[in-house]
């Protein structure tokens, strides 16, 4: 199965997520710091990264920031808040999903699935998929997108949001669709989520931010010139 690292200082948070997380059969790593969580990063591979904000030593996001610069383990943030600012700064420093205490254990496991099913290579169906809009280019093959020759640096989750809407382009999508096929689940799925990933991508993509479309009432569209 996963080997899971839980990164809380709170140890009764990791002893709850360690029950559950063993009960299917996962293998559990844990620190009680961002530190600590960086060094094991750097000397150990893990499958997903679970990842507390407020914590003594080095908080959440700071963690996460350096993590990202030699790793791509996804990583699910845990917050006793849930203000936009923070998932916009989790989303930001390239975090995969974003869970606020207090927290249903059940919910998290299936949060957890959900992100390594999506986090597994993709075998593409056709090869060198791209698509060029004037100063726009998206290589779907290579993950690479360019805004007037700037090679943009996007979160996986942004990467994987941005290259369905493409391959899917001007077709109408649903907020339930674009939540269940993006993250791999529908019910537990949450549009504060799927809009802050929007208003990220539209920020990145600059002048192009109008080529994804809000289509009122359902969802969104990435929308191509005739």
Same mark, same amino acid.
């Given at each position: 199965m996963y +080997?899971? *690292?839980?990164v809380d200082d709170e140890e009764h948070i990791r002893a709850l997520i360690k029950k559950y997380a063993y009960f299917e059969g996962h293998s559990v790593y844990e620190a $009680?710091?961002? *530190? +600590?969580?960086?060094d094991m990063c750097k000397n150990n591979m893990y499958d997903i990264i679970i990842m507390d904000i407020m914590m003594p $030593? &080095? #908080?959440g996001f700071s963690a996460c920031r350096e993590i990202r610069k030699f790793s791509n383990t996804p990583i699910l943030i845990l917050s006793a808040r849930g203000e936009e600012y923070d998932r916009i700064n989790g989303f930001e420093v390239g975090v995969d999903d974003f869970v606020v205490k207090p927290f249903s254990p059940k919910e998290l496991m299936l949060r957890i699935n959900a992100i390594m099913k999506r986090a597994k290579p993709a075998v593409q169906a056709q090869q060198n998929e791209i698509l060029s809009i004037k100063g726009f280019t998206a290589d779907l093959t290579a993950r690479l997108v360019y805004v007037d020759g $700037?090679? *943009?640096t996007l979160s996986p +989750? $942004?990467? #994987?949001l941005l290259f369905y809407m493409i391959r899917n382009k001007n077709i109408a999508l649903t907020r339930e669709k674009l939540i269940c096929d993006v993250w791999g689940y529908d019910f537990y799925g949450d549009d504060r989520t799927l809009d802050?990933?929007? +208003? &990220?991508l539209r920020k990145e993509l600059g002048q192009y931010s109008e080529l994804i479309v809000t289509v009122r009432g359902v969802g969104y569209r990435f929308e191509t010139p005739n």
């Open positions: +080997k899971i *690292l839980i $009680e710091n961002g *530190l +600590k969580a960086i $030593e &080095l #908080d $700037e090679r *943009l +989750k $942004e990467y #994987d802050t990933h929007i +208003k &990220l």
